[in-house]
């Protein structure tokens, strides 16, 4: 029996989507958005992660162990550690592996470009010595004697080299060696910019290792399994770390999916964002499919439909909208994903190539997720629209707005008061815990404006009305009152874009405070002339510090090295200087002497406070390796954020690093009194010409350059907030485009009373203008809250000062005008057609 009344409702419903195939549409779109970035989200990861394990796959062929230092930034394992393996009962083969960092110069005499995928060079053992299968030679022949190096088909394509060709090779650690290309060879996993370079194995340990350790070693046994033979190495070498060839693979492969996983949080982070915007919209779309619809379900009322099969009816075409637009959302978002990757693979980011992956999982969870998002947005207008007394809801001048806003206007003024609270108290703190409060006191503060906005929106919408479309004269006296008849509908509108923009606004704030951060740390702390600099993963190759310390205009050439070591237990992260620190950085020592010759060490005094060093003192500085060096406290300075806690001598840094780790952070110039600094700059130039990708920078230039570093992670995230404004302007457009519906026949009577057709698109389009604003200068007003809060957590991290991006609030808060124009253009131009007499006759 239920299931007989509920086939006619359903009909209904059906046919109700059917008969407004516009609103359809747009509702469907919002849906369509919010789940193709989550589908698309799930596609590209899991395309990446399908593409690393078929690549990982091939790892350790051959390997039945892999002995390795257990320590990180250690020197490797010593080759004396090799006769010790090769003695073990079981083994068959030994193949040490070493291998390094290089930079490939081209035909052209420039590095060769990988996009961020890996760039090595390692040693060529013969099959003989070689565990697994040997690669593939297109052309030529493996490496035969020092000078002589083979190199991957992709590579050698991208630097224009082919057989017999002679060219450089840049090692961080050793600086530039001349080559011949011997041969050229297929990997067999040839894509995304990888590049690969084997030496023959006397010249790989040469530029690769301090001569006494080398990288792994892998080893094959005969006849047991890898446990059995693991174990037995393991007893001979109790202090390395020794897996088997699966265990290799496993691990390696779940250190990719890890990082990939945080790829994926991030973009189904800005996917719920997309979806919280998608959410509004579609609430709000449907409260106006209600309102509009209240005398056609109170006339099902009438004849018969019970509160139930209303409520369900609304439901029913919220579930119908909600698969429509998750199905297409998930076409949509496989499509995302093959742009994505395309944009991506367009910056030669280094990214392996494979084809497209959708698994079971994705299609199920953009499903639900679009289903549920729907109804659940559906769930309050139906039960509003299951509430109204079916003769009220027919009478003509029945008023669809809802109840007071008081108990809500309450509710948002409480929240707001505590978010405010936990964003000042927040905001005196440091560290996780102060963010955390930060935190929620700014969804405290978004709650509020949730609540609170249509009884805000009455008198800010007025306030701008009366500016903004006063010069239009009862025009924009009638757009004004139109945008604040319905105060729900202007807050929900509005709301969307008040999401987007504000954190659009938390990343500018954050965004201009590290630049401002930046440009401080070198203004104050910097006083070398010149700054040498090279690519994050390389730094300033080794050697050319030495080149521009021979010139004659230059007094000291200072190199700046990462030191990380353990004192009593505890992880250190320091730093080193190869070469004087006065004349390069501004620092104030208050006892002992800046002496960073020998083992001799200098330490800020909230460290040496924190630690309990003291001028003399003595601190076991202990490598990856076990290695302990004493250093001995010199001096005691003032805190200075780009020295940081401790910094010791060049003597102590190559005790304690790897050879791996030579190359220079920076590299500090100060020049001779007197000296032309134009010519200055072009001798340094030509001194570290041969690095090729050594760059010399004066302070503002370098500053520029920490900065366009910033924008390039801004900019990303700009670009996937883009989504989220992206549908707040398109459920502008769906609300004018209904609140036009709804307002048909007053539509009709303004024109049957004179109003012209530009004078109505004009009305329009100043609606739309105020609810942009609106929610615009609402938006960014919580985007600067947000982010001075967030920013002054991080005092203790270096950015001590708030900036916000007053040119791209201004920009922000007038680009919403536009965007509000623009996304009226349809709606205006719809309600200027709209036909008097139809209109007025229309019940």
């Given amino acids: 029996m239920a299931s007989t009344s509920r086939a006619p409702m359903r009909k209904v419903s059906l046919r109700n989507l059917a008969a407004h195939k516009v609103r359809l549409a747009l509702t469907v779109l919002s849906v369509v958005l919010g789940t193709a970035f989550v589908a698309g989200s799930f596609v590209f990861t899991d395309t990446l992660q399908k593409t690393f394990d078929s690549i990982f796959e091939n790892t350790a062929q051959g390997v039945d162990v892999r002995v390795s230092s257990a320590e990180e930034n250690s020197r490797g394992i010593p080759l004396a550690d090799v006769d010790t393996v090769v003695a073990v009962d079981g083994v068959r083969k030994v193949a040490p592996s070493v291998s390094g960092q290089i930079v490939l110069i081209g035909s052209d005499g420039a590095a060769v470009q990988t996009g961020g995928a890996p760039s090595v060079g390692e040693s060529y053992l013969p099959p003989d010595q070689a565990l697994g299968e040997a690669d593939e030679y297109l052309e030529g022949t493996p490496p035969a004697q020092v000078g002589q190096i083979a190199v991957n088909a992709s590579a050698a394509e991208r630097a224009g080299l082919t057989v017999g060709d002679t060219t450089k090779v840049l090692v961080p650690a050793r600086g530039m060696v001349d080559v011949t ?57 109790p202090d390395a770390q020794v897996q088997t060839g699966d265990e290799v693979r496993e691990e390696t492969k779940a250190e990719i999916s890890e990082a990939l996983s945080f790829v994926n949080y991030f973009l189904l982070a800005f996917g719920a964002i997309a979806l919280l915007v998608g959410t509004f919209i579609i609430y709000n779309t449907f409260s106006m499919i209600v309102a509009q619809r209240l005398r056609e379900l109170a006339l099902l009322r009438a004849i018969g439909a019970s509160r139930q099969q209303v409520g369900r009816s609304v439901v029913f075409e919220a579930l119908v909208v909600g698969v429509i637009g998750s199905a297409i959302g998930i076409a949509a978002g496989i499509g995302l994903a093959y742009g994505l990757r395309t944009v991506l693979n367009a910056f030669d ?30 769930y309050a207008p139906a039960r509003r629209a299951a509430k109204v007394p079916p003769v009220a809801a027919m009478r003509e001048e029945f008023a669809s707005t809802g109840d007071s806003l008081r108990i809500r206007t309450i509710v948002g003024a409480v929240l707001g008061a505590l978010g405010v609270v936990g964003l000042v108290v927040g905001s005196r703190g440091t560290g996780g815990g102060a963010a955390a409060v930060v935190g929620i006191g700014a969804l405290g503060l978004i709650l509020a404006v949730l609540f609170a906005a249509p009884a805000l929106s009455r008198p800010v919408v007025g306030a701008l009305g009366a500016v903004l479309a006063k010069p239009f004269g009862p ?68 050697g050319a510090a030495r080149a521009v310390r021979n010139l004659d205009s230059v007094q000291s050439a200072t190199a700046l090295h990462p030191v990380s070591v353990t004192v009593d237990d505890e992880p250190e992260q320091g730093a080193s200087l190869e070469g004087p620190i006065d004349g390069v950085l501004d620092y104030t020592l208050v006892e002992g002497a800046a002496d960073l010759t020998a083992n001799h060490l200098l330490v800020s005094q909230t460290a040496a406070t924190d630690k309990g060093w003291t001028l003399g003192s003595t601190v076991p500085m202990k490598s990856a390796d076990g290695k302990v060096v004493d250093a001995e406290v010199a001096g005691v300075f003032e805190d200075n954020q780009l020295i940081g806690e401790w910094v010791v001598s060049d003597d102590v840094y190559r005790q304690v ?52 570093q910033i924008d390039t992670l801004l900019a990303i995230l700009y670009g996937l907030l883009a989504l989220a404004v992206v549908i707040a302007i398109l459920g502008i457009i769906n609300t004018l485009a209904l609140s036009v519906v709804e307002r048909r026949r007053e539509i009709g009577m303004l024109r049957a009373v004179g109003m012209q057709r530009a004078q109505m698109r004009r009305t329009i389009y100043l609606e739309s203008m105020l609810i942009a604003v609106f929610g615009a200068a609402v938006g960014v007003l919580l985007g600067i809250a947000f982010g001075w809060g967030f920013v002054s957590t991080l005092k203790d991290q270096g950015l001590e000062q708030v900036t916000v991006p007053w040119g791209q609030v201004t920009a922000m808060l007038l680009g919403s005008g536009v965007v509000g124009v623009l996304a009226a253009l349809w709606p205006a131009s719809r309600a200027a057609r709209t036909r008097p007499l139809e209109a007025i006759a229309d019940l």
Wanted: aromatic share 6%.
């Fill in 349 to 378: 980011l280094g990214l392996p190539e494979g084809p497209l992956q959708v698994a079971p999982r994705t299609i199920l969870v953009a499903l639900v997720i679009g289903v549920v998002v729907t109804m659940v947005s559906a």
């Fill in 181 to 237: 290309v011997s041969g050229i060879y297929s990997t067999g996993n040839d894509t995304g910019g990888f590049l690969s370079a084997t030496f023959v194995d006397s010249q790989a340990r040469e530029l690769f290792t301090d001569g006494e350790h080398v990288e792994y070693l892998d080893v094959a046994g005969t006849g047991l399994s890898q446990t059995d033979l693991r174990d037995r190495i393991a007893a001979a070498l």
């Fill in 657 to 708: 690093m790897p050879a791996a780790t030579l190359p220079a952070f920076t590299v500090l110039i100060d020049a001779k009194p007197g000296t032309d600094l134009t010519q200055l700059r072009s001798d340094l130039e030509a001194a570290t010409k041969q690095f090729v990708v050594v760059q010399v920078q004066d302070r503002e230039q370098f500053k520029g350059t920490q900065g366009a």
């Fill in 475 to 542: 025009i924009g006296w009638l757009a004004r009152t139109n945008a604040v008849r319905n105060p729900r509908r202007t807050a929900a509108t509005a709301f969307a874009l008040t999401l987007g923009l504000m954190l659009v606004s938390v990343i500018g704030v954050f965004g201009s405070s590290a630049k401002t951060g930046v440009n401080q740390l070198v203004d104050v702390g910097v006083t070398a002339d010149y700054i040498l600099t090279g690519p994050n993963q390389i730094g300033v190759p080794s």
